[in-house]
């Protein structure tokens, strides 16, 4: 007897053996149409509470830096030691008033002393070479001297026997042989007294050369012992200006070489104040802009004096100085913070400051959209920036609103849905 098999309905049916294959193509359809019509985009929840909201404002763009910056003298001169030596003593210490030439550190020096006293045997040995031979031309002029004094005698009396001979030979009364003798002795005299005198011309040549010479050998001499005394006087270290010792790197008992810097001494007469700027402005941070500060309810202009070349950990330096009055109370070490105009005011699209430029780079930012539930991620373009806003040049229209705090949690996430 034939048993009636019962006709399957509702869902035993999709598991028939002919249904399968229908119901495993038609949920593979499903499937790719749910990959198509799904939302991609990656969200994550966050509490509202936690994020900064800002406006998106059209406003003025001030378009300056604030700096931190140190006042330092303007002239500052650095100690250095003219001669080497051992520190005996400290006579000025650090934030000191001093004056142009005063003591501030005082040195010996064993080999300069050594020095000295053979400096001054050798000018004496040299003196008394001099003395001794300052003598002996004395001795020799006079001498000199009277060899011509007796030679002139000698030729005043062979000149009077000459011509009385010469009468007597006239007269023949007297032979031509002892005639002739006394007019040779006559002439031997005259020409023995032209002898002397072109020794004495020479002579006093010789002697006046010599002695220049030797005057010129001690002067030179008595001012290498001038100088060498003047060494001593330089191992006292000395303020080369008026003003405030400031750093001193010296002890007692130090031995300091020639030149090395101990030191300095600052001019308080005018002062300047130097500050560290990002290398972010280098190509617009130039001398001549002008800067500001407020102090005690007074505001203070300045202008950059000079900006150093060197950047060093992402900053280089710049120099400013007072275009009017300088504080009343202004010291050394104190800290202002300067506004540094770096262009034009001028109108412009504004959204706050914020830590979210640390993550994005100022290329994107999440805008909240109307209903404030919701924040989508935006490319937007920044241009300036200063302590209180940033330029949009793109992106981001007034009225909008965006988040400006941290992005650290909040990852590559594209939709940012706020949690009230």
């Not at 830590?355 to 999440?366: H, R």
Request: hydrophobic residues 35%.
């Amino acid at each position: 007897m034939d048993i009636k098999i019962e006709k399957k309905k509702g869902i035993k049916a999709l598991f028939c053996k002919k249904n399968i294959p229908w119901a495993l193509g038609a949920t593979l359809l499903l499937f790719i149409i749910w990959l198509t019509l799904r939302d991609n985009t990656s969200t994550l929840r966050v509490d509202a509470q936690l994020v900064n909201i800002s406006n998106v404002e059209h406003g003025e763009f001030n378009d300056y830096i604030r700096l931190t910056g140190t006042v330092q003298p303007m002239v500052t001169v650095q100690l250095t030691p003219l001669e080497s030596g051992v520190v005996e003593r400290i006579v000025a210490e650090e934030g000191t008033q001093v004056k142009r030439g005063d003591v501030i550190i005082e040195m010996s020096n064993n080999s300069l002393s050594m020095q000295i006293l053979q400096s001054e045997a050798d000018l004496a040995e040299k003196q008394n070479i001099l003395r001794n031979t300052m003598i002996s031309m004395e001795q020799e002029r006079l001498a000199l001297k009277q060899e011509k004094l007796q030679l002139d005698l000698e030729v005043s009396r062979l000149k009077r026997t000459f011509e009385q001979n010469e009468s007597l030979h006239n007269d023949n009364l007297l032979a031509r042989e002892e005639y002739l003798r006394s007019k040779e002795d006559y002439d031997l005299a005259i020409n023995k007294r032209q002898l002397v005198l072109e020794r004495q011309r020479q002579d006093s040549l010789y002697r006046t050369s010599q002695v220049a010479q030797m005057e010129e050998s001690l002067f030179s001499m008595q001012r290498n012992m001038e100088l060498i005394r003047q060494r001593v006087d330089n191992l006292n270290v000395k303020a080369p200006v008026d003003g405030e010792v400031g750093m001193l790197d010296a002890v007692l008992g130090q031995s300091l070489t020639q030149g090395a810097n101990i030191g300095q001494v600052n001019n308080l007469s005018t002062y300047k104040v130097q500050a560290q700027v990002d290398e972010h402005y280098i190509d617009r941070v130039t001398t001549g802009l002008t800067a500001s500060f407020e102090r005690q309810d007074t505001e203070y202009e300045m202008q950059l004096r000079k900006v150093y070349p060197e950047v060093r950990n992402g900053q280089f330096k710049a120099d400013f100085r007072f275009t009017g009055a300088a504080p009343e109370n202004i010291r050394s070490g104190q800290t202002y913070y300067l506004n540094l105009q770096l262009g034009e005011a001028a109108e412009a699209i504004l959204i706050p400051r914020g830590s979210f430029y640390q993550a994005t780079g100022g290329k994107w930012i999440y805008v909240v959209d109307a209903s404030g539930e919701k924040a989508y991620r935006r490319e937007i373009r920044i241009g300036r920036q200063n302590p209180q806003y940033y330029e949009v040049i793109e992106g981001l229209q007034p009225g909008e609103k965006v988040i400006t705090s941290s992005y650290d949690k909040f990852g590559e996430n594209e939709v940012l849905i706020l949690n009230k």
